[in-house]
């Protein structure tokens, strides 16, 4: 505490009200959405452009200080928590479009800016940016955890469509990595390393973006089937004949009931497929009732699709508030979430497994995910203070991170490690997790950024 002190006192000389350690402050950054307990920084900074964040991390590092990146908590694993202390670095001042270069199809933007303000600077030209976890993330702390969403099985993840980078090391050294270019073979590919690192090699203050050209025409269906397993056969199946989906999410049956009282909604409470396809007016028709064929064959009924705006927003709003929708089932209940990722080929055994795990537990089994590609989600209600049921919850959680390994897959495919899922890391990645560990080494030396995250080093 007496070298985190002592750097807080140089850094309020830098950064003078925009260093803060009020208690509203330390305690709005001591949580995001995950269900770990809270853990404060001992102070906050707002830099307002990329020679402060130098400034900070020079100063932090002489100290030996920890520093957390922030965007706006919205993580599931607890990337940004301070488990150290330390100061956390929140970026909601550099938040900037800097240049949209549209003949290009890219854009470069400062690190607190959301993916839907983004989206908004971007209407007057005809393009925008696909991926879409559902929160409102800043485009850093979607950088930073590799994010994606609903959109991936389209447009890919992160580490897609992020060009280049300039980010500031642990000792406030700045780099920049990439380039506008649409490929390079030049170097190492630094930009893919600092993609997903969760802010344990440096802090992110620039990030080139690829764009997309909006869709002549997109139109959204929704289908209903009797059990998981048929609704992720049609998906399989979608996908071997290559229908290109822009989006295709899987909600079993509990979750619609949840989704129907949260959003008003009226859909019929069993296993469901959200859809929707991107292209010419003829391309997204042809697609949808190639779509509504596959899922005749393997049972789905009240096959519906439109091209309405207003019906595909309220079909992904309702989407994207599902955890809302489950938690608002059990008010003031702890929302333990974890999402693995399997070959596509594993998927209706996963989830089938998976529902009938949560179940013999007595556990309202929530699942859904970005199935297309082999992505899904659990979440497990679980009342505060209720050790067994906490217990209980880790045991399921645990298990379907055993059984996607076991068969090939991962135990986050958009979630991220943070502090949930360390224990997984040697068991995924053997030998290469130590490589992990000596590239922090390297960049990190003093291990100020985000410890205890990712990679063990001390």
Known sequence: MLNNASAITELKALLGERLSTSGAVIDLHAHDEAHFPRTPPDAVAFPNDTAEVSEIAKICHRHGCPIV???????????????????????????????????????????????????????????FFPIDPGANATLGGMTATRASGTTAVRYGTMKDNVLALEVVLADGRIIRTGSRAKKSSSGYDLTRLMVGSEGTLGLITEITLRLQGQPEATSAAVCEFEDANSAV??????????????????????????INAYSKMTMRECPHLFMEFHGSEAGVKEQSEQMAEIAAEFGGGGFQWSTKAEERNALWKARHNA???????????????????????????????????????????????????????????????????????????????????????????????????MKYMAEEHGEAWNVMADIKRALDPGNILNPGKMVQIN
Request: proline letters at 4%; one cysteine or more; glycine letters at 12%.
């Open 323 to 421: 955890y809302f929708a489950m938690k608002a089932t059990k008010p003031g209940a702890l929302g333990i979430t974890t999402d693995v990722c399997v070959p596509i080929s594993q998927l209706a055994k996963a989830i089938d497994d998976s529902i009938e795990d949560i179940a013999a537990q007595g556990i309202t089994p929530f699942i859904l995910g970005h199935v297309g590609d082999g992505n899904y989600h659990a979440a497990l209600l679980v009342e505060p203070g209720d050790t067994q049921a906490m217990k209980t919850a880790v045991g399921i959680a645990h298990r379907m991170n055993q059984r996607a390994l076991a068969v090939g897959g991962t135990v986050t495919g958009e979630h991220g490690i943070g502090v949930g899922k």
């Open 69 to 127: 990146p922030w965007g706006v908590g919205t993580s599931l694993e607890g990337h940004a928590l301070a488990i150290r202390g330390g100061v956390t670095v929140d970026f909601t001042n550099m938040n900037k479009v800097l240049q949209i270069y549209d003949t290009d199809l890219n854009v470069v933007v400062q690190p607190g800016l959301t993916r839907e303000e983004l989206n908004v600077e971007l209407r007057a030209t005809g393009l």
């Open 233 to 258: 056969n049609t998906v399989m199946m979608a996908v071997q004949i290559g229908i290109p989906m822009a989006r295709i999410e899987f909600i079993d049956a509990d979750s619609i009931t949840a």
